[in-house]
């Protein structure tokens, strides 16, 4: 095994605790509505019906953007187009502390929506292409992420909309998430062509070509 080999063995670990972190965080979105709506009820005083249209638009715009996000990232490349989806998915929720209207709020949680239906494909896509050898193994990790976060953070946002109320717990969220996305964002990219994984394959590669 050269060196070249071993750091995109080292770096493929990286790149999925990586996704599984990302995954974890934008599954807010998704997991944590049910405390957003809640809030919603309680302190802006809108109906049900009202602010259920707003996680509809959201899961639309997730489900109908993920099947593109993998051609985006193939032509763009996945660290420019993680980036910007992070952006979205923090400036929705920035935006979202200022609606005053529920038609603001449906657009402001609707981006965010785009932006965690890209990010979530893009890490899914990584994970594979990094992890050739174990794609079950690595997709799996990455999607147990998305499903972790809710374990991690509902208590903690429970708690935040109790004491600060929903503008302020969408404005912490927005920028927390902005700040800690984009820059794990940067570790995304797609190995090398022709990159091999296999630890057999490598293995034999050093057996017949010797250091020394």
């Known amino acids: 095994m050269d ?14 605790f990586a996704a599984f972190v990302i995954m974890m965080i934008i599954s807010i979105y998704q997991y944590s509505w049910f405390l957003f709506a ?5 302190q802006l ?32 490349g996945p ?7 992070s952006f979205l998915i923090g400036i929705g929720l ?5 609606a005053s209207s529920p038609h603001v709020l449906y657009v402001c949680y609707g981006l965010g929506g785009l932006g965690v239906g890209v990010l979530y494909g893009i890490s899914t896509a ?7 050898d174990r794609r079950g193994f690595a997709v799996g990790l990455v999607v147990f992420g998305f499903g972790a976060g809710t374990a991690l953070f509902n208590w903690l946002l429970e708690g935040l909309l109790e004491t600060k109320g929903l503008r302020t717990t969408f404005m912490v969220l927005g920028v927390s998430m902005m700040t800690t996305l984009i ?4 570790i995304y990219k797609y190995p090398q062509e022709g990159a091999s994984f296999s630890y057999d394959s490598l293995k034999s590669e050093g057996e017949m070509s010797p250091d020394f």
């Open 183 to 186: 820059p794990l964002s940067f």
């Open 79 to 85: 660290r420019k187009i993680a980036v910007g989806a």
């Open 45 to 76: 005083k809108w109906n049900l019906a009202t602010i259920g249209l707003t996680f509809t638009i959201f899961a639309y715009a997730a489900t109908f953007i993920q099947p593109f996000s993998g051609f985006i990232a193939d032509t763009y």
């Open 38 to 42: 809640y809030a919603i009820q309680e």
């Open 94 to 98: 920035i935006l979202a502390s200022y």
């Open 3 to 16: 060196a070249s080999q071993f750091s995109a063995m080292r770096y493929r670990w990286v790149l999925i």
């Open 126 to 132: 990584c994970a594979i292409k990094w992890f050739p």
